[in-house]
T-cell receptor, first 110, second 115 residues
Framework: KNEVEQSPQNLTAQEGEFITINCSYS?????LHWLQQHPGGGIVSLFM???GKKKHGRLIATINIQEKHSSLHITASHPRDSAVYIC????????????FGKGTKLSVIP | ETGVTQSPTHLIKTRGQQVTLRCSSQ?????VSWYQQALGQGPQFIFQ?????ENGRGNFPPRFSGLQFPNYSSELNVNALELDDSALYLC???WGTGWSRNEQFFGPGTRLTVL
């Protein structure tokens, strides 16, 4: 059974700081997803990656398949980045089932 | 192009009652997945519908059931509500069933409270 662990659970940062959120998983996967959830519930997909690194604006996601570990980095953090960040894994090319981590609550203070 | 919508946004029910939650998928999408998110937890996969058929199911009892309509909108029905069913219910639509190939677009969720 795949388990997805995230750390830290809660993170408070000053505006402008570099932020890292970590995700580890227990079995081989075909893709790792990073999602952002704002207060109120809506979820937005940030990245889907199966190897290497992806970058979108100030967000960078990396994955190390051998170590079963992924990180989400936010450069020059801003209060609007405050949200819950969730990683989730899928296994199998046609897999419909995601295993989610519990999320990391990020608060960026001006 | 409209995004994924869900109704209602909030709902309060009592134990033993039945509830129906609705989801309209994003234009062009043929797959809807439903998730339950308890407070402070990550979402849990309930089931997925593809072209009006259930395509897969998570570890939820049969009192959780669903439907998908020809326009690809979907319903989640929960019978005999229990207190532990209180959660945020999220639906997500995609073109195609596999999470490894198809980005899913989430709705805002329905917050269900069971008293």
């Amino acid at each position: 059974k795949n388990e997805v662990e995230q750390s830290p659970q809660n993170l408070t940062a000053q505006e402008g700081e570099f932020i890292t959120i970590n995700c580890s998983y227990s079995v081989g996967i075909s893709a790792l997803h990073w999602l952002q959830q704002h207060p109120g519930g809506g979820i937005v997909s940030l990245f889907m990656l199966s190897s290497g690194k992806k970058k979108h604006g100030r967000l960078i996601a990396t994955i190390n398949i051998q170590e079963k570990h992924s990180s989400l980095h936010i450069t020059a953090s801003h209060p609007r980045d405050s949200a819950v960040y969730i990683c989730a894994s899928s296994s199998g090319a046609g897999s419909y089932q995601l295993t989610f981590g519990k999320g990391t609550k990020l608060s960026v203070i001006p | 192009e409209t995004g994924v919508t869900q109704s209602p946004t909030h709902l309060i029910k009592t134990r033993g009652q039945q509830v129906t939650l609705r989801c309209s998928s994003q234009s062009g999408h043929n797959t809807v997945s439903w998730y339950q998110q308890a407070l402070g937890q990550g979402p849990q996969f309930i089931f997925q519908y593809y072209r009006e058929e259930e395509n897969g199911r998570g570890n939820f009892p049969p009192r959780f059931s669903g439907l998908q309509f020809p326009n690809y909108s979907s319903e989640l029905n929960v019978n005999a509500l229990e207190l532990d069913d209180s959660a945020l219910y999220l639906c997500a639509s995609s073109w195609g069933t596999g999470w490894s190939r198809n980005e899913q677009f989430f709705g805002p969720g329905t917050r269900l409270t069971v008293l």
